[in-house]
């Protein structure tokens, strides 16, 4: 019998990361539920996919210190044996008056929405190339392909995901590991918490499709992404969000 794939999904506790590792158990998939705080979401989660006889670990790594991560793909590792699959999904956001953001939060931003992806990307490549196979799906957002007005940061650290996504892709398509972005429009998680009902509805009149967009459908393209049929696509940018930015 052939061994199950298996998947280290960053930020799963909650939001987009949780649709994410929900559905690709349910595909067949190991995975490992990376979080960072909500120790209790995760903890539900795995207990849900276990209801289910789905494989699922939790594990605690901030992705922005690399020691976590290290262990974390060590973790995974001795207990599945091998990692085909890495979504970079951990993120925080935050609105800021360019003017008023500080040196801290300019860090903290760039540690987790970039660094994190170098962080667990460069942690899990020498196996998938060792492996030569392999499938890394980076999660940005539409503000890194057209920038927000007071998220000069986040859409900063966003857009840096898309470079990397592309200069990888190149560097690592002859190993046999294909590298491609999500930037999903606004999705209705915690993330969108920090808005009034009144400021998303006048979000939402600016979005053709007059909705947000549900963490099932970011995970369907990151299924779609993970598969076979997609064994051609590298490189790229994939933006669900309802024709807000074509
Ligand atoms: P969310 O509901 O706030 O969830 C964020 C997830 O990231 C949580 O599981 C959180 O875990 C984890 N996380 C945060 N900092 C971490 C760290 N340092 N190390 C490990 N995990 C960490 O956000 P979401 O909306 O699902 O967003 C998921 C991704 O989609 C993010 O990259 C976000 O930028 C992107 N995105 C979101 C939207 C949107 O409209 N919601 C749109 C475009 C892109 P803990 O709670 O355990 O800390």
């Not at 392909?145 to 007071?150: D, P, Q, T």
Request: proline content about 2%.
């Amino acid at each position: 019998m052939m061994p199950k794939s298996t998947a280290i999904i960053t930020g799963a506790s909650r939001g987009i990361g949780s649709a994410l590792a929900e559905a690709f158990a349910v595909n067949g998939y190991r995975v490992v539920i990376n979080y960072c705080f909500a120790e209790r979401e995760a903890s539900l989660l795995r207990d849900r996919l276990a209801a289910q006889s789905l494989e699922a670990e939790i594990f605690r790594a901030d992705v922005a210190k690399r020691s976590e991560v290290d262990t974390m793909t060590e973790f995974c590792l001795k207990k599945y044996g091998r990692i085909d699959l890495l979504i970079n999904n951990a993120g925080i956001s935050a609105q800021r008056l360019f003017t008023g953001i500080t040196e801290d939060e300019w860090d903290r931003m760039m540690a987790v929405n970039l660094k994190g992806v170098f962080n667990c990307t460069q942690s899990v490549a020498p196996y998938m190339i060792s492996a030569k196979s392999g499938c890394i799906i980076n999660i940005s957002s539409v503000w890194g392909i057209v920038g927000a007005s007071c998220e000069v940061h986040y859409s900063a650290a966003k857009a840096g995901v898309i470079g990397f996504t592309k200069a990888l892709a190149k560097e690592l398509a002859p190993s046999g590991i294909r590298v491609n972005c999500i930037a999903p429009g606004i999705i209705d998680t915690d993330m969108m918490k920090c808005f009034s009902a009144e400021e998303k509805e006048c979000m939402k009149q600016e979005i053709p499709a007059m909705r947000f967009g549900r963490i099932g459908e970011v995970a369907a393209c990151a299924l779609f992404l993970a598969s076979e049929g997609a064994g051609y696509i590298t490189g790229q940018v994939i933006s669900p969000n309802g024709g807000f930015v074509i």
